[in-house]
T-cell receptor
Framework: SQQGEEDPQALSIQEGENATMNCSYK?????LQWYRQNSGRGLVHLIL?????REKHSGRLRVTLDTSKKSSSLLITASRAADTASYFC??????????FGAGTILRVKS | KAGVTQTPRYLIKTRGQQVTLSCSPI?????VSWYQQTPGQGLQFLFE???????NKGNFPGRFSGRQFSNSRSEMNVSTLELGDSALYLC?????????????FGPGTRLTVL
């Protein structure tokens, strides 16, 4: 099974609402990264949070990391139709491997 | 700065053939990573090159190989293609090692094996 697993697999919300996606992982990590992918195209890096950090913000994005629970969450506030995409967490394992989860498909309806 | 470019964008091959995909990283980036994306397996790490040396390799058979040139451009090769190799192949570059740095992805090469 994958190191990082996102939850939910799919999420459908109305424009203006907040969207929360979760990522759980199994082993100790160096850092965790979130990426967005639009319609099978290349991925775009959103945020990198290190294992000694608990929360990071970037614009409308807020990422938290709980290493004791081996989980992270990505919150998108005031969502827009343009946020419709797949969101992936990637865990950076000690030993220099970056492992992606299966992703959450977010659909924002206008 | 120009982004990560991948060529070709689309490719159709038949079983048993081999294929070479190319990736040009962002200028100044020394790390290039390759990923395979399929609906069934998701995004899987193939390998990472840093300053012409393979730093890491995923769990793929030896039919998958790669290299990096002195200008940081990278190629990956798949020999003896199988139907299951049909996928989107993504290349990403970063200033330093991929695990500790933001990766910039190219648009991908869509490979179809018939």
């Amino acid at each position: 099974s994958q190191q990082g697993e996102e939850d939910p697999q799919a999420l459908s919300i109305q424009e203006g609402e907040n969207a929360t996606m979760n990522c759980s992982y199994k082993t100790s990590i160096n850092n965790l990264q979130w990426y967005r992918q639009n319609s099978g195209r290349g991925l775009v890096h959103l945020i990198l949070i290190r294992s000694n950090e608990r929360e990071k913000h970037s614009g409308r994005l807020r990422v938290t990391l709980d290493t004791s629970k081996k989980s992270s969450s990505l919150l998108i506030t005031a969502s827009r139709a343009a946020d419709t995409a797949s969101y992936f967490c990637a865990t950076a394992l000690y030993g220099n491997k970056l492992v992606f989860g299966a992703g959450t498909i977010l659909r924002v309806k206008s | 700065k120009a982004g990560v470019t991948q060529t070709p964008r689309y490719l159709i091959k038949t079983r048993g053939q081999q294929v070479t995909l190319s990736c040009s990283p962002i200028s100044g980036h020394r790390s290039v990573s390759w990923y395979q994306q399929t609906p069934g397996q998701g995004l899987q790490f193939l390998f990472e090159y840093f300053s012409e040396t393979q730093r890491n390799k995923g769990n793929f058979p030896g039919r998958f190989s790669g290299r990096q040139f002195s200008n940081s451009r990278s190629e990956m090769n798949v020999s003896t293609l199988e139907l299951g190799d049909s996928a989107l192949y993504l290349c990403a570059s970063s200033l330093g090692e991929a695990v500790n740095n933001e990766q910039f992805f190219g648009p991908g090469t869509r490979l179809t094996v018939l």
